[in-house]
């Protein structure tokens, strides 16, 4: 199981990002794929991810309305369009699926979307 997230960056308050995550090593036909992210001196926080099945997105409340999960299976691609971000949005973003082993402990955002791999995260730094 192999997942590269990209495009963290420096923004300013009420900006824009778009991160991508490409995977492999395996094929999303069932459970679900998506993203958390862990800022300094705080826990793991699981944000969104979007289900296999039916596509169904899911949000914690910090980025509902903000945020918006997207998936394209021909590029096995994910993607999290990040608008309106805030200070407090600043963290390492990781891209995550429950399809692989536990890497490091399981990071519970619902019943549907526990992710126990991910891979390396991207900087998401907002500031003035």
């Known amino acids: 199981v192999q997942l590269q997230a990209s495009g963290g960056g420096l923004v300013q308050p009420g900006g824009s990002l778009r991160l991508s995550c490409a995977y492999s090593?395996?094929?999303?036909?069932?459970?679900?794929i998506g993203w958390f992210r862990q800022a300094p001196g705080k826990e793991r926080e699981g944000i969104s991810c979007i289900t296999a099945t039916i596509g169904r997105q899911i949000y914690a409340d910090s980025v509902k309305g903000r945020f918006t999960v997207s998936r394209d299976n021909a590029k096995n691609a994910v993607y999290l369009q990040m608008n309106n971000l805030k200070p407090e949005d600043t963290a390492i973003y990781y891209c995550?699926?429950?399809?692989?082993?536990?890497?490091?402990?399981?990071?519970?955002?619902?019943?549907?979307?526990?992710?126990?791999?991910r891979g390396q995260g991207t900087q998401v730094t907002v500031s003035s």
């Open positions: 090593g395996f094929t999303l036909d069932y459970g679900a």
């Open positions: 995550a699926t429950d399809q692989g082993p536990v890497v490091d402990g399981v990071v519970a955002l619902t019943p549907q979307c526990l992710f126990t791999s």
